[in-house]
């Protein structure tokens, strides 16, 4: 019960920072935008990251 409960506020806390993220960056406004803008560079961040990691395992 306590891993649960951990994963559920680890979960929260990325949550909540992605959205003072977006509000930092791109204000009330544009929340919505500036939300799909920011899962979008996360996103390209992540894929680039683990094809790099990918190819350097094929390296060895």
């Given at each position: 019960m306590a891993l649960l409960r951990?994963?559920?506020?680890?979960?929260?806390?990325?949550?909540?920072t992605f959205c003072f993220v977006v509000l930092?960056?791109?204000?009330?406004?544009?929340?919505?935008?500036?939300a799909q803008k920011e899962y979008a560079r996360i996103k390209t961040f992540v894929i680039k990251r683990t094809e790099e990691i990918g190819q350097t395992k094929k390296n060895r």
């Open positions: 951990g994963i559920f506020w680890v979960a929260l806390f990325l949550a909540l930092f960056e791109y204000g009330p406004r544009e929340f919505a935008n500036g």
